[in-house]
C-alpha cells in the first residue's frame, strides 16, 4: 500500500510534510439562500459550492526520527516556517496535493499560519496549523461588438440638364425663321421667345440683329 503523502509546491519549490497530519480533511459547503416569499412561506435559492477549506494540523522535527518522519528530504523547521511565510508574502496561490484515495489537487491560497514553537516541551520541533482555501482561476471573456454599417444613402439622380445653343441674331431673322432652322417647324418659336423674353421684351416680333438667343434644345 502506499503511504500517503502532503506536498505544498510553489512553482519548482516543494516541500513535503515529514509527518503527516492525523487526518485529509476539509469543509466543502455550498451556497444557499432563504427567501420568504408571500403566499409561499420560505423558499430556497440553491447557488454555488464555495471554495473549499483546508486545515493543516501537525509539526515540523527538529531531526529525523524513523518512528514518524515519512522521509528524510526535511529542512529545519526554522527554515519551513521562513518558507511558509515567503509564499504567503508573495500573495500567490500555491498547489496543495495529497496523493492516496481520498486525494487533493487543488491551487490554494495560504490563509492563516499558525506557530507553536516546541510545544510539549519537544526542544526544536515547531507545531502549527496551516489553513488554506482553494483558489479558482478566474477567466474574463471579452466580447467583441460589431455594429452594422448603415448602407449608404442612395444619391438621387440628377436631372439632365437642358441643353441649349446660343444664337446671334442676323439681319432679315425673325422667331419663325430661327425656329424652323433648329426645329424644323416655325410654330415652336415661343420656345425661343419663352427661354429670351429679358432679351426680346414684350413683343416677339421684334429682334434686331446681333441679339444673342439661347435656343432650347
Not at 420560505?42 to 440553491?46: L, M, N
Not at 442612395?154 to 422667331?175: A, E, H, I, N
Given at each position: 500500500m502506499m503511504a500517503v503523502e502532503f506536498w505544498l509546491i510553489n512553482g519548482k519549490e516543494k516541500l513535503r510534510l515529514p509527518v503527516n497530519p492525523p487526518s485529509n480533511?476539509?469543509?466543502s459547503s455550498f451556497d444557499y439562500d432563504e427567501t420568504t416569499v408571500a403566499g409561499l412561506g420560505?423558499?430556497?435559492?440553491?447557488g454555488y459550492r464555495k471554495q473549499r477549506d483546508f486545515s493543516i494540523e501537525t509539526f515540523w522535527p527538529a531531526s529525523y526520527n524513523p518512528v514518524y518522519c515519512n522521509y528524510r528530504g526535511f529542512i529545519s523547521p526554522a527554515s519551513f516556517v521562513k518558507k511558509i511565510e515567503s509564499w504567503r508574502d508573495e500573495r500567490e496561490p500555491i498547489r496543495f496535493v495529497v496523493?492516496?484515495?481520498?486525494?487533493?489537487?487543488?491551487?490554494?491560497?495560504?490563509?492563516?499560519?499558525e506557530?507553536?514553537?516546541?510545544?510539549f516541551g519537544s526542544p526544536g520541533d515547531i507545531y502549527f496549523t496551516l489553513n488554506l482555501k482553494e483558489y479558482r482561476d478566474v477567466t474574463i471573456k471579452t466580447a467583441t461588438v460589431t455594429t452594422k454599417k448603415k448602407p449608404a444613402a442612395?444619391?438621387?439622380?440628377?436631372?439632365?440638364?437642358?441643353?441649349?445653343?446660343?444664337?446671334?441674331?442676323?439681319?432679315?431673322?425673325?422667331?419663325w425663321k430661327i425656329a424652323k432652322r433648329y426645329y424644323g417647324k416655325g410654330s415652336d418659336?415661343?420656345?425661343?421667345?419663352?427661354?429670351?423674353?429679358k432679351v426680346i421684351g414684350k413683343n416677339p416680333n421684334l429682334i434686331y440683329p446681333g441679339q444673342k438667343l439661347v435656343i432650347p434644345l
Open positions: 480533511s476539509y469543509t420560505e423558499i430556497t435559492r440553491i496523493t492516496g484515495a481520498g486525494g487533493v489537487n487543488v491551487k490554494v491560497t495560504i490563509r492563516d499560519f506557530v507553536n514553537a516546541e510545544k442612395k444619391k438621387r439622380p440628377s436631372k439632365p440638364k437642358k441643353k441649349s445653343k446660343t444664337y446671334t441674331v442676323k439681319k432679315g431673322d425673325c422667331l418659336w415661343r420656345k425661343i421667345y419663352n427661354a429670351n423674353k
